[in-house]
């Protein structure tokens, strides 16, 4: 079963959005309609600066990656930044993950990011162990401030 790493197209849409769902699930985050028309026009919209991947095998979708260009201003150039990534929990352990990563890694080189940064949940364990293996943790913790 040969598995497809590809940007996003339209015809994605209800596979994604029903990985998506499954996000949310997965974070504990209500997904209305609204945010899933607003989330998926965005991909969708060339000229928005964030992009999708999907994870495709035997013509079904199981998984995804959305990430987008971010400046850093101590490096004074821009870096990636991966905002999601979700793999069908039927799917995990079929090295899904894997190659969304090596996907998100070519990418990065081709677009002479220094780095690709990503955030998770302390408790996602089982994606942490993919993580460590292909990543490095850094020392920063993550704050919010809500107005």
């Not at 959005?17 to 607003?38: I, N, P, S």
């Amino acid at each position: 079963m040969p598995l497809t790493v590809r940007p996003t197209t339209e015809a994605d849409f209800d596979a994604w959005k029903l990985l998506y769902l499954g996000y949310g699930v997965f974070y504990k985050r209500e997904m209305t309609e609204q945010t899933l028309a607003t989330v998926w026009g965005w991909l969708m919209d060339p000229a928005h600066v964030l992009e999708g991947l999907v994870a495709e095998r035997d013509g079904a979708l199981v998984g995804l990656a959305h990430f987008r260009e971010m400046p850093s201003p101590l490096r004074a150039q821009p870096v990636g930044f991966l905002d999601d990534m979700f793999v069908d929990p039927d799917a995990r352990g079929a090295k899904v993950g894997e190659a969304l990563f090596a996907e998100l890694e070519r990418i990065t080189a081709a677009r002479g990011w220094p780095v690709l940064r990503w955030l998770t949940a302390d408790d996602n364990y089982r994606a942490r162990v993919l993580y460590d293996r292909i990543g490095k943790k850094t020392s920063w913790n993550l704050y919010e401030m809500t107005p």
